[in-house]
């Protein structure tokens, strides 16, 4: 099959052992990011397998209708960056690996990366003792505080294995069935959801994003977290309410946040008001981005290529297309 491969910035999948599984295709992999939908359906006009890095770009239906070649798409994960409807009206069928089970282990420790640079002030530690000013502040000890993980998923759980190493105490909030599901595995769950927030120094989000999800931390919450404490969001930014953390950072409630992900990506503008902030760590949306995860993520895709070459899709997620196709 003719594959396309989208957003590979560094060109890093070629170098992967995963990539042998795309031996017996035809394989262009593009480097850069493009949002123009002439510019990529010029790009892709032959690709007859698309294949996805995340959610750098958005497949719609303006897109799909001028792609027709293709067949598959196949990426691994949540599809909110993919119109389905779409997908199926035009015939092509999505492929994504869901991997029950199996936490990004890279997004977790991220996570605790981001944790342990907000405690300890690092950014600023770091930059002052570059600029020859050496010490810069008082950080705080992890142990014994509290760790407020808002979702009961695979990665807060490998997360919270991580504090409960470092000594932290671990709460939980989450919907409904996951605080169910989070007293009967017999962890600490907040009386409510303003008790999560105000009595936690630490507050990690680990929401999938979705259309019940989205705005789900609003500027209550927010406002009811400590001065001193640390916010921190690996996840997505569709998961906090349009301009809550910027203003609750302007207000000093929390007193800190470090973040992952930003409404638009990738945020070049470093004005940015939120990017810019004093009282903001933040990192380029590389929760995943390690080698291997990718080489985790990306044999999966490229098995699904080969699955659906063989006759025998995988992980479909409009299968009605492929029973059309039969």
């Not at 993919?82 to 420790?109: F, I, R």
């Not at 977290?225 to 809550?244: C, D, H, K, W, Y």
Request: proline content about 5%; aromatic content about 8%; glycine content about 8%.
């Amino acid at each position: 099959m003719k594959v396309h491969i989208l957003d590979d910035w560094f060109d890093t999948l070629s170098g992967l052992p995963c990539f042998g599984k795309l031996a017996g295709h035809e394989v262009t992999v593009w480097t850069d990011h493009v949002e123009d939908i002439e510019t990529l359906a010029a790009r892709l006009q032959d690709a007859e397998a698309l294949v996805l890095f995340r959610e750098r770009t958005k497949i719609t239906r303006a897109l799909l209708e001028k792609l027709p070649n293709l067949k598959l798409i196949s990426q691994r994960s949540v599809y909110p960056h993919v119109d389905v409807a779409a997908c199926s009206d035009a015939n092509v069928l999505l492929c994504s690996n869901m991997h029950g089970g199996t936490p990004s282990y890279a997004a977790a420790e991220l996570t605790w990366a981001l944790i342990m640079a907000g405690m300890r002030d690092l950014p600023a530690q770091m930059a002052s003792a570059k600029a020859g000013r050496w010490q810069s502040g008082v950080g705080k000890t992890l142990r014994g505080r509290r760790l407020g993980l808002y979702g009961y998923g695979r990665i807060a759980r490998a997360v919270a294995s991580y504090a409960e190493a470092f000594g932290m105490n671990v709460v939980w909030w989450s919907s409904d069935e996951g605080r169910a599901r989070a007293s009967a595995d017999g962890a600490t769950v907040a009386p409510d959801r303003a008790a999560f927030f105000s009595e936690s120094d630490v507050v990690s989000v680990h929401v999938r994003l979705k259309p019940d999800t989205r705005g789900i931390i609003t500027s209550v919450d927010l406002a009811g977290m400590q001065p001193g404490a640390l916010f921190v969001n690996t996840s997505r930014a569709g998961l906090i309410e349009p301009g809550a953390l910027l203003d609750a950072l302007e207000k000093g409630r929390p007193g800190k946040a470090a973040i992952d992900v930003f409404d638009t990506e990738p945020l070049t503008d470093p004005a940015d008001p939120l990017l810019s902030h004093p009282n903001l760590i933040a990192t380029p949306h590389i929760g995943f981005v390690t080698e291997d995860e990718f080489d985790l993520q990306f044999a999966d895709i490229f098995d699904q290529i080969n699955a659906y070459a063989d006759g025998d899709p995988v992980h479909m997620i409009n299968p009605e297309v492929w029973t059309t196709a039969e």
